[in-house]
């Protein structure tokens, strides 16, 4: 039997008559490192063997018996499996070897280096894997190939991207035939979470296993963008974000004109065809993924545009939607907030390059509507924390019915639901009606027969959609009690409902699924994270990753005691952060009161246009922006209707809720707008003068002197709306100081002198 087994281990390693060698050098460490024989052992039983048999002590006899003692060895103490892994393993070797040299290669293609890794990966998994130090030096060339040369992310990514993660990922990857490219910030950051949590290669986790899902995804690297350039002459647009800041803002729309009647060569058409084509009819959304975007420490949250698309028709129509779509998002590189933003960090002369992510939207359809069931956005970090028993480190979600997009946005009069993963059932709001004030009205889905993202109302929803979960989502008001089904069955319709989630959080896997995804992805990342994700089908589906901006904070903040009344501007009993934001010496106020009774929404738009002015005209001076409501809302009923680049010189932000406006200021905590504010390290401040406990000053910003006029020219007209208020001018040469406390759940703006800070 000993003799057979060594005859078909002889057979099976001849099938490789170049990799003998190589076979049998894996086989004398393993024998050696199992304790089944030494080398030096098996030296000697060769030279034995050789004179008991009466041949001559050559160097080729000698080696003859040697290979024959191996094989007899390895096969005879060795099972078939463990063989045939051993065997394996010195293939992968030599096509390690072979693609480390190369993907190493500077001149080698993409196609080259797809062929190489294709047959590494062609060799059986198997249980034994080639050392980590062959692996790891693949593994970053092949990261700094095709995903991203940010040393953070590499240094990270290594240690959970394998090479045969990569067989898949270019298998969905498109890239250019004639400029190298890389697939991007945005992609890289969901390709490496995915891995964290599902790894390939490492010990499995059952319930991520189960649960964790990432939508079928194709990408376009960063070369097809560069490519589409040159073809276009639109390279010399690369000069365009050293223009004036007015310059860049007027000429935007000339960029998006010419983007929209550039073309693609027809080998890249055809990439596209073959992408749709492989999807089908079901809606899709392009989203950016620049070299920039969803880097440590900078987000880039929302800066760049993301699309989605019905996909419906046949394959020319949606070939044209899809590429018209594709050309508004590689337009939005050179839009006025991305570019302000670069400028603003210090990124302006990088060489900012567009990549592409095409994914399948998850969620599923009903009659004319497609829509995930749920979409949210989860940290690890809760800086939120309205209740003292709420944990910061175990994070906090932002949950919505339907589409994601209302959870990271600043919305209308529409509240997501906050929770707090260390008490997932605590809520600010106690009774039936607080709590049905501040919950989700809206819902945001595909609607496949327009072909359009649509807003639509709850309960219209909830009466033409029969949704198998509702169960989960909604509880049912009598009178001021709100309570949730108590059974999948029960008839929901013509029943008073309100989106509370009540359900999910108590009888799904969501909550305890949340906690460990996010110790598990910032435990790797090293800091704190936040996720984009969608739920549906009982599944979590993954779609970005990033590392969370968070606030450079003081340890403690003590607030001043004995401040005199009539030096303090406002109190609340809120603050989100411990800081203290020093040595105001403007105040730009948008009055509240005065901002509602304009008639029209062009008036309206006109203060936003007002407050972009000002931010230019201010901002080499510290300055505190107050005003109305949500800044930054789609609705420009309840706030006045900015984006980052018309705030971003302030130093200071103040949302003011009225009670009687019905509305208060949005948590914006977890929104893009947010995340751009705390990277800005702007101070943010909700403030509710209705709140007894609460102090605002209104009579010293309506009564002071105020230079919008002599500030802002142009601004005629609108001095009962807008006012800016020069300090130490009215204050006998003090400044405002706002001091924020987390801890004490307060913060505190008063006029004192210039302070000096360490």
């Known amino acids: 039997m000993d003799l057979l087994k060594t005859y078909r281990l002889y057979k099976k390693i001849n099938q490789y008559p170049h990799l003998l060698g190589l076979i049998r050098s894996t086989f004398m460490d393993i024998l050696e490192k199992k304790g089944i024989v030494t080398r030096s052992r098996l030296y000697e039983q060769s030279v034995e063997e050789l004179k008991k048999d009466g041949l001559p002590d050559t160097e080729a006899n000698r080696q003859d018996y040697l290979e024959t003692l191996i094989d007899y060895y390895f096969a005879t103490h060795l099972t078939p499996s463990e063989i045939e892994n051993y065997i394996n393993l010195a293939r992968k070797r030599d096509r390690a070897q072979t693609l480390s040299k190369i993907v190493n290669l500077d001149q080698a293609s993409s196609v080259e280096i797809f062929n190489a890794l294709q047959e590494f990966c062609e060799i059986p998994k198997g249980e034994v894997y080639i050392s980590r130090e062959e692996a790891e030096g693949i593994r970053v060339a092949l990261i700094t190939r095709f995903i991203s040369s940010q040393l953070p992310f590499i240094s990270l990514a290594k240690n959970h991207i394998t090479m045969r993660d990569f067989q898949d990922l270019l298998q969905h990857t498109r890239w250019s035939r004639k400029r190298p490219g890389k697939l991007g910030g945005k992609a890289a950051g969901m390709i490496l979470a995915h891995k964290i949590l599902l790894p390939l290669l490492e010990e499995k986790d059952p319930e991520l296993e189960e649960y964790v899902r990432v939508p079928e995804t194709w990408y376009l690297n960063s070369g097809v963008f560069s490519e589409f350039l040159d073809r276009n002459n639109l390279y010399l647009f ?80 949606r070939l044209n939607h899809f590429i018209m779509g594709l050309k508004k998002v590689f337009a939005s590189i050179f839009g006025p907030d991305p570019i302000l933003y670069r ?15 095409v994914q399948k939207v998850v969620g599923r359809q009903f009659g004319d509507y497609f829509l995930p069931f749920i979409g949210g956005v989860m940290f690890s970090r809760n800086v939120h924390t309205w209740n003292p028993k709420i944990r910061k480190e175990e994070g906090l979600v932002r949950l919505v019915l339907g589409l994601g997009t209302r959870a990271v946005d600043r919305v209308g009069s529409d509240y997501p639901r906050m929770i707090p993963l260390s008490h997932p059932q605590l809520r600010p709001e106690v009774t039936g009606d607080q709590i049905k004030k501040y919950s989700q009205r809206q819902v945001d889905v595909l609607n496949l027969k327009k ?30 009690h709100l309570s949730p089904p108590l059974f999948k ?4 319709k013509g029943e008073e409902l309100c989106i509370t989630f009540d359900n ?29 994700f969608a739920w549906n089908d009982n599944k979590f589906f993954l779609l970005q990753c990033r590392s969370l901006s968070i606030r450079k904070e003081r340890e403690i903040v003590e ?14 009993q809120t603050a989100l952060s411990n800081s203290i934001v020093p040595n105001l010496e403007y105040i730009v106020y948008v009055n509240p009161k005065a901002y509602d009774l304009l008639p029209t929404y062009e008036r309206k738009m006109k203060v936003a246009t007002l407050v972009n002015l000002l931010n230019k005209h201010l901002a080499e001076k510290r300055f505190a922006l107050m005003g109305p409501g949500r800044w930054g809302s789609n609705d420009i009923n309840l706030g006045v209707r900015v984006t980052y680049s018309s705030i971003n010189k302030t130093k200071l932000l ?41 102090v605002f000053n209104e009579e010293f910003l309506l009564r002071s002197l105020n230079l919008l006029g002599e500030i802002a020219p142009e601004a005629i007209g609108n001095n009962e709306v807008v006012r ?14 706002v001091f924020l406390s987390a801890e004490q759940h307060k913060s505190i703006g008063f006029f004192g002198p210039i302070m000096e800070l360490k």
Do not use: W
């Not at 000429?251 to 009647?261: K, V």
């Open 489 to 492: 069955t029960q008839d929901l």
């Open 343 to 357: 400028r603003d960090h210090g990124l302006l002369d990088y060489d900012e390059r567009m990549a592409m992510m």
């Open 654 to 694: 103040v949302e003011i809720a009225f009670a009687r406006n019905g509305s208060t200021p949005e948590v914006s905590y977890g929104t893009h707008f947010f995340q751009d504010l705390v990277e800005a390290d702007i101070g943010i401040v909700p403030l509710y003068p209705d709140d007894p406990e609460s």
């Open 238 to 317: 690369h000069t365009f974000k050293y223009k004036d800041r007015e310059a860049i803002e007027k000429e935007f729309s000339r960029i998006e004109e010419r983007f929209r009647f550039a073309n693609f060569a027809p080998e890249v058409v055809e990439d596209f065809r073959k992408i749709l084509t492989e999807i089908g009819e079901h809606p899709i959304i392009i989203r950016s993924s620049s070299m920039l975007e969803d880097n440590f420490g900078l987000a880039f949250s929302g800066k760049y545009l993301s699309l989605f698309l019905t996909n419906q028709g046949d394959i020319e129509t």
């Open 724 to 737: 800016v208020i020069h300090v130490p001018s009215v204050c006998n040469g003090l400044y405002l100081q």
């Open 559 to 572: 607030l001043p005691e004995a401040v005199s009344p009539e030096k303090i501007l406002f109190t609340t």
């Open 504 to 532: 999910f959080l108590n009888k799904s896997h969501f909550v305890r699924l949340a906690r460990k995804i996010l110790s598990r992805i910032e435990a790797a990342y090293g800091r704190p994270v936040d996720i984009e």
């Open 451 to 480: 072909g359009i993202l649509e807003t639509v109302d709850f309960r219209t929803l909830a009466s033409q959609v029969d949704h198998p979960d509702l169960f989960y989502a909604v509880s049912i008001q009598k009178d001021d």
